[in-house]
């Protein structure tokens, strides 16, 4: 099998095999304790530019179902593995992951000691890596250098597209899409809600001017500070109509509300994330994948209210914003491949909707 090897900005450097396609990624190396919901965090745009270690030992053994896709494409730069599943076992599976990396065109690389990669990346925090075939070192001060660029304007759709419900339509939704995924449409359309969806870089007036009943805010990669026209827009449009955000989108409300963001030691990444409803007690076990996060202590003096904390570290997971008709969600309710406790969420939205301003 052909070699590959993983570049650390430490200086450590892993020897594995390689699988899906041959050549170089550079990105921001992170973790993900999901032990299933392959296909859906392969596709999933808040991954850009990132190479992502699976703690799970054996990756693939369900193959590739492409109607599981969350985007068009794969989004995360490498994958990172213990071991590649060759023959997977599923009645469902198109193709193994391998075949689907090549397709991609993102590399690969098993047999590396994915437990240790993980606990360093605890311990010490979310490092930038190079995952290579080729022979010879990276270069390190570009290695040292990298960040995540871009990241919104490149995984947002181009041009705005209407997705009509099967039955009857209830709601008009704007859906902002810094980098959707795709079950958060199909959440909405399940209840009955048309969805436009638009650009990242839509103007607020152009939302307002279409009617619709409410405005969803998406999920995303990087970080959230980067995007000023973005919480601009979100300024103009509290209060106006009600509004409901999910991770990018939830940092971008609560910047837009004028509370800041701080980026994580090493992120939220799986679908066993604990959280509690500070307003019920009720914890619920959440899918997540984010390394920013609100600062919960810069809420005080906005319109927001924290309404989910983290039980781990208790970083903030949602905030309501009464005096708006808003609320926001660090979480995914949505998450296939993972829990559901919180589906209701879309729920809320809708009431929202019904009830009006």
């Known amino acids: 099998m052909k070699k590959a090897y993983l570049y650390l900005e430490n200086g450590q450097v892993l020897e594995g095999r390689s699988f899906g396609a041959a050549g170089t990624a550079m990105g921001e190396l992170v973790f993900t304790t999901g032990m299933t919901g392959c296909v859906e965090s392969l596709t999933d745009p808040s991954y850009y530019g990132q190479l992502v270690v699976y703690t799970f030992p054996q990756f693939g053994n369900y193959g590739i179902c492409r109607a599981d896709q969350e985007s068009p494409h794969c989004q995360m730069g490498g994958v990172v593995v213990r071991e590649a599943c060759e023959n997977p076992s599923n009645f469902r599976c198109e193709e193994t992951v391998d075949t689907f990396l090549k397709e991609e065109n993102v590399v690969g690389i098993a047999g590396v000691d994915t437990r240790m990669l993980t606990q360093m990346i605890r311990d010490g925090g979310v490092l930038n890596a190079v995952i290579t075939t080729e022979e010879g070192e990276p270069d390190w001060d570009a290695l040292k250098a990298y960040r995540v660029k871009e990241s919104v304007e490149n995984t947002s759709r181009k041009d705005i597209l209407v997705r009509h419900p099967e039955g009857e339509k209830k709601f008009s939704v704007a859906l902002l899409d810094y980098g959707a995924k795709g079950s958060i449409c199909n959440s909405?359309?399940?209840?009955?809600?048309?969805?436009?969806?638009?650009?990242?870089?839509?103007?607020?007036?152009?939302?307002?001017?279409?009617?619709?009943?409410?405005?969803?805010?998406?999920?995303?990669?990087?970080?959230?500070?980067?995007?000023?026209?973005?919480?601009?827009?979100?300024?103009?449009?509290?209060?106006?109509?009600?509004?409901?955000?999910?991770?990018?989108?939830?940092?971008?409300?609560?910047?837009?509300?004028?509370?800041?963001?701080?980026?994580?030691?090493?992120?939220?990444?799986?679908?066993?994330?604990?959280?509690?409803?500070?307003?019920?007690?009720?914890?619920?076990?959440?899918?997540?994948?984010?390394?920013?996060?609100?600062?919960?202590?810069?809420?005080?003096?906005?319109?927001?209210?924290?309404?989910?904390?983290?039980?781990?570290?208790?970083?903030?997971?949602?905030?309501?914003?009464?005096?708006?008709?808003?609320?926001?969600?660090?979480?995914?309710?949505?998450?296939?491949?993972?829990?559901?406790?919180?589906?209701?969420?879309?729920?809320?939205?809708?009431?929202?909707?019904?009830?009006?301003?």
Do not use: W
Not at 280 to 297: F, K, L, M, P, R
Not at 308 to 335: I, M, R, W
């Open 188 to 357: 909405l359309l399940a209840r009955g809600c048309e969805v436009t969806i638009y650009p990242y870089n839509t103007p607020a007036e152009d939302i307002l001017a279409a009617g619709h009943d409410g405005v969803m805010l998406s999920n995303g990669p990087g970080d959230p500070a980067d995007n000023p026209f973005c919480i601009q827009q979100i300024q103009k449009l509290f209060g106006k109509l009600p509004m409901f955000g999910i991770c990018l989108g939830h940092q971008i409300m609560a910047l837009a509300a004028g509370a800041k963001t701080k980026k994580l030691k090493f992120g939220h990444r799986g679908a066993n994330q604990p959280a509690m409803d500070l307003e019920t007690g009720t914890v619920v076990i959440t899918s997540q994948n984010h390394g920013y996060a609100v600062d919960e202590t810069t809420l005080a003096g906005t319109e927001g209210k924290l309404r989910f904390v983290n039980v781990n570290d208790g970083t903030c997971e949602g905030v309501d914003y009464p005096a708006y008709h808003a609320f926001s969600l660090q979480f995914h309710p949505e998450a296939h491949g993972g829990p559901l406790d919180t589906l209701t969420a879309f729920d809320r939205f809708t009431d929202m909707m019904k009830e009006g301003l």
